[in-house]
């Protein structure tokens, strides 16, 4: 069996989906913007997850990104143009949370095969994944402290400190630095590297059968426990650091530069709440 995303007006699917014996690949498809998300395209991939919880025929989930050069460099800086008010802002937090959340619950195993870039919201998505594994090219990272002045989510800030722990997170943001391939693996944020994004995309169906084969119970069960394990954030406390940057001077000013394309200025004044 095989389908693809819905497209209007001939214009190609923005997230293609195929299913063959039992393996759902997940292909995000604007290359061009380098697979940046669109609101609608965390919203089918919403829908395509619970497609997959719907049909327990299907054993494993492979997620990736079209043309080799990027995974999904988050969320089209187009998106935040008319953000106006608290609630544009709390509703994208909630949105990114739902979606992420979406594919932790997933009942079937999760692979993201990772090439190009992985940033922002692609790299939320592929650390929600249960499998990593990267081409050469790949490169991760949250660059918002030298792009938008925009933050995390409390329930994203506890996912990666859980995946690389505190202090490296840390560093990643104040730095804004990109992790190539290599140091991923190293710090485990990925267990595999190959040389391609060919030879990715092999490794990725190869795994996909070897978990299929396995016992669907045990994966689900041990998915479930780890995410219990995880200490309940504060929502409120979450809202209001949201609020303190996506409601300030800066993150207009982020996301002008970024679309006129210039260096930011930013000037760190808190915004009236």
Not at 74 to 79: F, H, K, R, S, W
Not at 220 to 230: D, F, P, S, V, Y
């Amino acid at each position: 069996m095989s389908e693809t995303g819905s497209s209007t007006d001939g214009v190609a699917p923005t997230i293609l989906y195929e299913l063959v014996d039992g393996i759902a690949t997940v292909t995000f498809n604007r290359p061009d913007a380098r697979n940046a998300f669109t609101f609608a395209m965390y919203e089918r991939l919403i829908e395509i997850c619970e497609t997959v919880n719907a049909d327990p025929g299907i054993r494993a989930v492979i997620l990736t990104g079209a043309g080799g050069r990027a995974f999904a460099a988050g969320t089209d800086i187009a998106q935040f143009r008319d953000f106006q008010t608290p609630d544009d802002a709390l509703g994208y937090e909630a949105r990114i949370d739902r979606v992420l959340s979406a594919l932790e619950t997933c009942r079937a195993p999760t692979i993201a095969a990772i090439a190009g870039a992985c940033t922002g919201g692609g790299a939320a998505i592929a650390a929600c994944c249960d499998l990593r594994i990267a081409a050469s090219n790949a490169k991760f990272g949250f660059p918002i402290a030298r792009t938008l002045g925009n933050c995390l989510s409390m329930s994203n800030y506890a996912r990666f400190a859980e995946l690389v722990g505190t202090a490296r997170l840390k560093e990643l943001i104040f730095t804004s630095r990109l992790i190539e391939a290599q140091e991923g693996m190293t710090i485990g944020l990925v267990s595999e590297v190959v040389a391609t994004p060919e030879a990715m995309m092999a490794r990725a169906q190869e795994l996909a059968r070897m978990v299929a084969k396995h016992a669907p119970l045990t994966l689900q069960a041990t998915k479930q426990a780890l995410r219990h394990l995880r200490p309940a954030v504060p929502r409120s406390e979450g809202d209001r650091l949201i609020l303190l940057c996506y409601m300030s001077e800066d993150f207009r000013e982020g996301m002008d530069a970024f679309l006129e394309k210039r260096p930011p200025v930013f000037s760190g004044r808190r915004p009236e709440m």
